[in-house]
């Protein structure tokens, strides 16, 4: 059974660099065609492609914001980091990770997390 | 990067109606497209991907179909539990891409 949570700060404010680490189980970042990515999704607005990481550690970022982000895994600990500079309060919004393999969609989400971004 | 533009935004429809909801990429997408199905407060869940491919426990009455730059999901038979928001994303090409989302909201 796959499952994937997402923590880090639920406040933060302007300039803040925002941390937040995906724990998942169920599945291995080691194993062949897999990946992790990050979403996020304003109240009451799309959803939007922050980043991705693969099991052969390639990563690829929105290129919006792409200069201050940064993605990383931890397969011994089965985790995923998705940093953030510099946050704004447009950065507001409810953060996901989410499951995937080659050809597929994001198949396993998180619950979400929401951060604000506020002075 | 690749526009994914949803249409309807809004659709109002009611139990037993046949729906359909279209999704246009910007520029070629292949097949690598997905449909989400997202209800007010939860994370978004899995309904099609690769155009037509159905994911597992998803019910039948869904489906996807369409070639680039058109694609569409269509629900059969709308049930009570089909009320929601619908978003499609391009897996084609990084940044991957999700259309704007369009509300399923009862007539």
């Known amino acids: 059974q796959i499952t994937l949570k997402e923590s880090g700060p639920t406040l933060l404010r302007p300039t803040q660099t925002l941390t937040l680490t995906c724990s998942f189980s169920?599945?291995?970042?080691?194993?062949?065609?897999?990946?992790v990515g990050w979403i996020r999704q304003p109240q009451g607005k799309a959803l939007e492609w922050l980043a991705d990481i693969h099991w052969s550690d390639s990563k690829q970022y929105s290129p919006s914001l792409k200069s201050r982000s940064t993605i990383t895994k931890d397969t011994t600990k089965n985790q995923v980091v998705l940093t953030m500079t510099n946050m704004d309060p447009v950065d507001t919004a409810t953060y996901y990770c989410?499951?995937?393999?080659?050809?597929?969609?994001?198949?396993?989400w998180g619950q979400g997390t929401l951060v604000t971004v506020s002075s | 990067d690749i526009q994914m533009t949803q249409s309807p935004s809004t659709l109002s429809a009611s139990v037993g109606d046949r729906v359909t909801i279209t999704c246009r990429a910007s520029?070629?997408?292949?097949?690598?497209l997905a449909w989400y199905q997202q209800k007010p407060g939860k994370a978004p869940k899995l309904m099609i991907y690769k155009t037509s491919n159905l994911e597992s426990g998803v019910p039948s009455r869904f489906s996807g179909s369409g070639s680039g730059p058109e694609f569409t999901l269509t629900i059969s038979s709308l049930e009570p539990d089909d009320f929601a928001t619908y978003y499609c994303q391009q897996y084609n090409d990084y940044p991957w891409t999700f259309g704007q989302g369009t509300k399923v909201e009862i007539k």
């Open positions: 169920g599945f291995s970042l080691s194993t062949i065609g897999v990946g």
């Open positions: 520029q070629s997408i292949s097949s690598w």
């Open positions: 989410a499951h995937r393999v080659v050809g597929g969609g994001l198949d396993y």
